[in-house]
């Protein structure tokens, strides 16, 4: 399969613009990026006239739990133990792997409309994400999500099973080593899963210092080590990974991070939403941290939407560095593209060049809000949005189109199915 | 004319929903809403089938500076100052009143995709902002911006002429007296301009207390008083009106706000992306005081996006109050559409009931971010976006649907003028 994209502006890896290229996509991959010919479009199989529109790298959303799309908007606006107590853990209790496999095609969908091409995604039952993923033709890399207060299903083994497997689109599902956090694990855990990532050398990820409270009770638990000081301590750290969250976090965690080279995933319209503060990014990224962005679930969100996440994640640091000219659209686009295909796994698929992965979008800026044609990186990340995402591209293969999906399932079966779904897990 | 959108779901005064509804439109007024029946669709000049979406009153942005697209991603991520005096300032001094024009009209098609029915717009060039939306078919309300700086044009002429100027569609145009803001204006100006509040007993806004700069300086200039108090001793505030932003407010503000029923106009986007600070729009609330909702000029947001600026009006008081309650979905609508009716005077266009001017937005909830169908309110401040805003009608008439524009001009025209003007204007 070839697909030619011409007349477009192609976004490179330094967040230029290449003016008037055609983009050719072979199978899965970048073929050639070249000046604007139409001699030899009759050599593809599809020609897509980009009508001076943009290409731009697929958005990487590398924290999220794209099934929890069943809670949003159903209880709001209440403090966080007693939403998670009274509508998160109770409903979630009765999921079944039907209801996960449902649930994560229409957060997988809602992705495409956000030109997000591949997610980091921690939920429960990780073959049935996995299965959701695959069939849907989503990349995404699953965060395993251990507490001790599930019957816990030997990580190896999915280490093995999902990292190994070949499907025939690629090897676009991923998985990695984690926790899901600090408060919900024992030693016992905690020291079964560094055993397994020194064994792989494999990366961990965790929620990590998301709230004050859990900051705080973490130190009274452990004589005065952070979250981040305990997964240190038992070494799960020693290979790399990361933290979802960080929104409380001292110096010498900075300093953990650093050593360790982890990567800090923010999720700043779950930590506004649910009042978990507001992390000090431009610290990290000051001490050279690689810093990544997530939507988190859309349950405390409430949207996938990566265009409000990278809004937020730049004008919350200007407003509380009292310094306009933090975090720049380049830092930001760093952030969602390299950092976000590095942290998922998935390392190909970090920029437009020849020879890399073919997850790309194509963004409509003949649209008022990317109107007039100032500097395109800068509406990108302060004026673009859903309704400029033309189409959506992920392992060389259209997934969404002109508000179309083009995934394994229809999308208004879709919408009914999970209706339904959620109508019977509550009344059950 | 009449329009008949059918099978609707409609939200209601009370923001509740009434189910499966006919909303009947006759010239620029609502003349009924009643449950579904299909045996009168011959009796209608068009009839929508809503298939079961959702029918809201038109969102007012409560204060912009439409023209201010031209600055849009020109220039980012400088210190305020900085920003003003090298990108603003000198290439706001180069309009013409050709520029303005278009400029307009662009800032008109961008609020259209977000459900804005209507604005307060305060910019220079009263009479061609008024044309540009007449023309447009846009509701708006003309907020003057005199400084001491520019030569004044008499505002009691912008009053009469503008207030009883009635068009063949209606008097969707309208004025208000009003400063830039007390940093920009001397006791001459501010004597002048109350005198012609009261003289029409006529409502006062202005830039009131954006930054930490402005409050202080304010202090200095007035022997203590804050720009709020100024305004007050001039009794500038004496028949009501409001202020803009509002960010550095101390209590006896809050005294004369409350005193003078004054309303809040909140920009949270723009005071983010700045740096201004965010205000206690909480304790604004809680005393009673009404709040509106506006973009701010599209130059310091970057977008003309009202979901947005509804999303972070309530997560930034969750967030800077520490309380996941803070702010609920139906506080949100009421400022955006009761209170935004009454700030930019237009009342009547308030909600959707029987008599009221036909100002309404159809969502499609057919899309992954608002699925499954939970709450559609919290969805719609949480979740929703310009994608589900499938069409908007301003006094009677559809002016944007699925996409295209019905106003006077067409889209691609405007977008090519505005990028010549642009092009023409930086290099004089």
Redesign the interface.
Known sequence: MSIKFKNANVLNKDFEILKSKDLIVENNRIKTIRPTDASDDSNYDRVIDCNDNYLIPGIKNSHTHNAM????????????HD?LKTYCFPNEAKLTDEDIYYFTT??I??NL?SGVTGSMDMYKSNYTVAEASYKAGFRVNICDSITQFDKVIAPEEFYDKINNYKGDNGNIVKYTFGLHAEYTNNEEIMKMLSELTHKYKAEFYVHNSETKFEFDECKKRWDGLTPTQVFEKFGLYDFGGGGYHCVHIDDNDIEIFKKRNLTLVTCP?S????????PRIKKFLDSGIKIAIGTDG?AS?????MF?EM?LT???Q??T?????????KEILKMVMVNGANCIGHKDADSLEEGKLADLVLIDV????M?????FI??LV??C???NVKLTMVDGKILYED?KFFINED??YI?KK??EL?HNLLNR
């Open positions: 799309v069943f809670l949003r908007s159903l209880s709001d606006d209440l403090p966080l939403w229409l957060g969908m809602e409309t319209g930590n506004v939403k649910l009042a978990s503060g507001i859309p969100n409430n949207a996938i939407d409000r809004y730049t004008t919350l200007k407003v560095n009292n310094d306009p000219s933090a975090l720049n659209p003949n649209k008022p809000n109107q007039p044609r100032n500097s800068n509406n302060y004026a949005g859903k309704q508000g999308e208004n919408y999970c209706n959620l």
